[in-house]
């Protein structure tokens, strides 16, 4: 027993046994409006453009945050690493200076009263980061550890 296929114009169900062309989600006639798939490619363009201006404004910010820390660090490398014979207290301003042989050390005693190359002022933070007070543009405070 051979089964008589239909012709391609008629929607018939195999499995059901029925004719289902008006329960499909799609036209199934000829004379059935042309399905067409909507051009989407200007939206998806605005969205790229988007979110990667946003990706960009982040990663900038993301730089501009971990370039502040590094100078931190630097700055924290430079103070930790100076000569100092005391303790240093959290909340305190303390000088950091050149000596003869331009080697960093760190004094409570103010620029005004002193007379070595002064390099900064910093305070001790509560979470013991030296944290630079004056905003003079002193290009010999950081230096190259080669």
């Given at each position: ?103 960093p050390f760190l004094s409570i005693i103010e620029p005004q009263n002193c007379s070595f190359e002064h390099l900064g002022s ?12 004056d905003n003079s543009s002193n290009s010999s405070l950081l230096v190259d550890k080669k």
């Amino acid at each position: 027993m051979t089964k008589k296929k239909k012709p391609d114009l008629v929607v018939f169900n195999e499995d059901t046994q029925q004719y289902d062309a008006a329960f499909k989600p799609y036209a199934t006639g000829v004379g059935a409006p042309q399905i067409t798939m909507p051009n989407n490619g200007t939206w998806k363009n605005s969205q790229v453009y988007k979110a990667n201006k946003h990706l960009k404004t982040k990663y900038q910010a993301l730089k501009a945050e971990y370039e502040q820390l590094m100078v931190v660090l630097e700055y924290n490398e430079l103070v930790t690493n100076a000569k100092f014979s005391f303790e240093p207290q959290v909340g305190e301003v303390y000088h950091l200076y050149n000596n003869k042989k331009q080697e960093p050390f760190l004094s409570i005693i103010e620029p005004q009263n002193c007379s070595f190359e002064h390099l900064g002022s910093f305070r001790l933070t509560s979470d013991y980061l030296w944290d630079k007070l004056d905003n003079s543009s002193n290009s010999s405070l950081l230096v190259d550890k080669k």
